[in-house]
């Protein structure tokens, strides 16, 4: 047994936790900012008609019963973790904190709501660690599913329950563009007066300039002769070798296309001019003032083709070294290995499927509805939310869920994601709102939620667009009006953000008291 599977056969023998207390009871304010920052109007959860007609009064979401028993930040001078010793969830976190499984991703929550809060009401949670299963690869990397189940109550009265889990995850080692690709080679400036030049090395030629006038060389090229000042320019081929007049060797920072450390040589050649280029087959140890030199030739594709210098008898005189490295047929993209190899692939994302890193690579919802197949059960209308920082940063808040990686771009980063993204909460709470949105109209203000199961798949990051799409599973009557199961699923461009089960009675406020 391991260290972590130890530690939480211990934590799971400890059973429920003591109640704890919410910070704070039951608030309008709270509610407000909870509501402004999800966009939610629903009348009952304000000081209106609606909300006496059916419940006497304001009630707060059902989204929300997390909300009030959530840690916060803590004050000043107090130790943010004190308070949360005896969390079997924080210490399973702790215990995979140590064996380096440091970041984390909420996947699952399936809540079940006995009744609403009201305003006044102070809930406590008790929470038991229910299991620890892994190590498993996943998409972001190795980690362990960390589940939990909390009881909501009110005094003795349950109130809601939530199983909960979590991905403790090493943040895979993500990949970054192959900067030494030779494709990513910095392209000169080919223009009329160095044309020429590059028309040379395609033709395994080192060209000169040559002034017509006078005969003198030069190079660089240029459109006038430094010595009589005539326009009227040719070339020479040269006979492509030369001495070393100078070099360095560069460590940083990076050239595209180019492996460092790199031998960088200015070049006097035979003919008397002098060229810089790239100095290979050689050590920085050998390379001495006056060494011979040959030129080679590098084809980078079929445009362009760059002259290179290497130590005369180096066996690859007049050879394209492409083709003495058996490269001669190959792309650069073969070369580097990246023939097969997307964008994704290339971001370091060949592994990664965000539906398995949210545990449901055995989940389609809509297959699992059958949704696939044409059907004539109720659709609820799509709704498309732009996913801005501002949602992200103000819902996060509003559910005082304050993880960085729902703040911090640059510590979101680290931990191995793209960019902050929504919170489990968040998009409990949106999914929500699009089915009551929805149920208001048909079925009045008395509508509720009882219990939403929910599974994160996809990251929903800034600048995308959450498409929520849902339809009437099943409908049934009960003693106090209807109950409807609707399945909902959250789309984002990487794939499914959310894929849930939402039940909702029609007209019960049964334990919600005047």
């Not at 000081?47 to 989204?63: I, L, S």
């Not at 809060?117 to 102070?122: D, H, I, S, V, Y």
């Not at 009960?478 to 399945?487: F, P």
């Amino acid at each position: 047994m391991t260290t972590v599977e130890a530690a939480a056969e211990e934590l799971k023998a400890l059973g429920e936790t003591e109640p704890r207390l919410a910070r704070d009871p039951v608030n309008q304010p709270q509610v407000h900012t909870w509501l402004e920052a999800m966009g939610d109007a629903h009348p009952v959860y304000r000081d209106t008609p609606e909300a006496v007609q059916v419940y006497g009064g304001p009630v707060a979401p059902v989204a929300m019963h997390q909300v009030w028993t959530m840690y916060g930040l803590g004050l000043p001078g107090e130790d943010p973790v004190a308070g949360r010793a005896g969390d079997p969830l924080h210490q399973m976190m702790g215990v995979l904190d140590e064996a380096g499984y440091t970041s984390v991703l909420g996947t699952n929550s399936d809540q079940t709501y006995d009744r609403p809060l009201r305003p006044g009401e102070q809930p406590t949670v008790s929470i038991r660690l229910e299991s620890v299963v892994g190590p498993k690869q996943t998409g972001v990397g190795e980690g362990w599913f960390v589940t939990t189940r909390s009881i909501w109550r009110v005094g003795d009265e349950q109130v809601g329950t939530m199983l909960f889990r979590v991905l403790k995850f090493k943040p895979a080692a993500r990949k970054g563009p192959d900067l030494t690709d030779p494709a990513r080679t910095v392209r000169p400036s080919v223009n009329r007066d160095n044309e020429y030049f590059f028309q040379g090395t395609s033709a395994g030629e080192l060209r000169i300039q040559q002034c017509k006038a006078c005969g003198a060389l030069r190079h660089p090229p240029g459109p006038v002769c430094p010595e009589c000042l005539a326009m009227d320019r040719g070339f020479v081929v040269a006979a492509g070798r030369g001495t070393v007049y100078s070099f360095i060797e560069h460590h940083a920072p990076q050239i595209p296309g180019k492996k460092l450390p790199l031998l960088l040589a200015v070049v006097e050649l035979d003919e008397g001019v002098r060229m810089i280029g790239e100095l290979r087959g050689t050590d920085r140890a050998d390379v001495e003032i006056g060494m011979p030199v040959q030129v080679g030739f590098d084809r980078i594709d079929d445009e362009l083709t760059l002259a290179y210098w290497e130590p005369v008898g180096a066996g690859l005189d007049k050879l394209d070294h492409r083709e003495a490295a058996g490269l001669d047929k190959l792309d650069h993209r073969e070369a580097a290995g990246l023939d097969k190899l997307d964008h994704r692939e290339a971001a370091g994302l060949d592994k990664l499927d965000h539906r398995e890193a949210g545990g449901l690579d055995k989940l389609d919802h809509r297959e699992a509805a059958g949704l696939d197949e044409p059907d004539d059960r109720v659709a609820l209308p799509a709704w498309e939310l732009p996913i801005t920082r501002t949602l992200v940063v103000s819902t996060a808040l509003a559910t005082r869920d304050f993880q960085d990686v729902h703040h911090d771009p640059v510590l979101s980063v680290q931990k191995g994601t793209k960019d902050i993204f929504l919170n489990i909460l968040t998009t409990t709470g949106l999914v929500q709102r699009y089915v009551t949105d929805w149920a208001l109209p048909a079925y009045g203000p008395a509508a509720r939620v009882t219990a939403c199961d929910l599974r994160l798949g996809a990251p929903a990051y800034p600048d995308d667009t959450l498409v929520l799409e849902g339809h009437v599973a099943e409908e049934r009557e009960t003693d106090q009006g209807k109950e409807l199961v609707i399945d909902v699923v959250g789309r984002v461009s990487l794939g499914a953000h959310a894929t849930s089960r939402v039940t909702v009675s029609t007209g019960s406020t049964t334990g919600v008291s005047a």
